[in-house]
């Protein structure tokens, strides 16, 4: 119930700002922008049932055109992995600290006002790995590896210089965490998605006669 409680607070004060928004269509290309992110984890790798938690994370963002973007995040969430087929063979609980890389593409619904869709990877750092596995169950899995992490979003500019956003992206196709012979196509891995809002800032002061 508290997270249903955060996120209607959250789009409420994103949709405010959405309102309030100036005639003024700004263009931030060849500028760097950082921020902080925060919002809910759902961990889609446990069945039956799916586990939620907070995330949270920081952001490197640059435009190399008006609708194109990069960007580079560091951010911190729970994990974790229950045998698809056979549930007594153990579950994984874990958490990482992951780094996502993404290219961004922005269209524009109205004035400051954009959706986008994102595409990337993710390099995943596991800093929690708790195998509740039976004795004879492998479990030196690598606590390194790599995610595929695509997303929706939308994007308003408040200023030149300062944008809020929302973000829907999911991290799958992980390290593979299920001893199944080679005949198994989709990984059993730690399966992620992620709502996210933030603010991202530009802190570079423009002339006033540029």
């Keep these: 119930m508290k997270y249903k409680i955060l996120i209607f607070i959250l789009l409420l004060l994103f949709s405010s700002k959405i309102i309030s928004q100036t005639n003024e269509i700004i263009n931030p290309k060849g500028k760097w922008f950082f921020g902080a992110e925060i919002g809910l984890n759902a961990i889609t790798s446990v069945h039956p049932s799916r586990m939620t938690s907070l995330q949270a994370g920081f952001l490197a963002e640059y435009y190399f055109a008006k609708n194109w973007s990069i960007n580079g995040r560091i951010k911190y969430f729970e994990t974790g992995v229950v045998n698809k087929n056979d ?14 890389l993404n290219i961004i593409w922005k269209y524009r619904i109205v004035k400051n006002f954009s959706g986008n869709l994102k595409l990337g990877i993710t390099l995943n750092q596991e800093i929690k790995s708790n195998y509740y596995y039976p004795p004879n169950e492998k479990t030196d899995y690598s606590k390194f590896y790599g995610s595929f992490n695509p997303g929706i979003g939308f994007n308003y500019f408040i200023s030149k210089n300062t944008a809020v956003y929302i973000s829907y992206e999911v991290y799958v196709f992980g390290n593979d965490r299920d001893e199944a012979d080679w005949l198994q196509i989709v990984p059993n891995s730690p399966n992620n998605n992620l709502f996210n809002i933030g603010i991202k800032h530009n802190f570079k002061i423009e002339s006033e006669n540029k």
């Design 87 to 100: 549930s007594s063979k153990g579950v994984f609980e874990g958490a990482v600290i992951a780094v996502p």
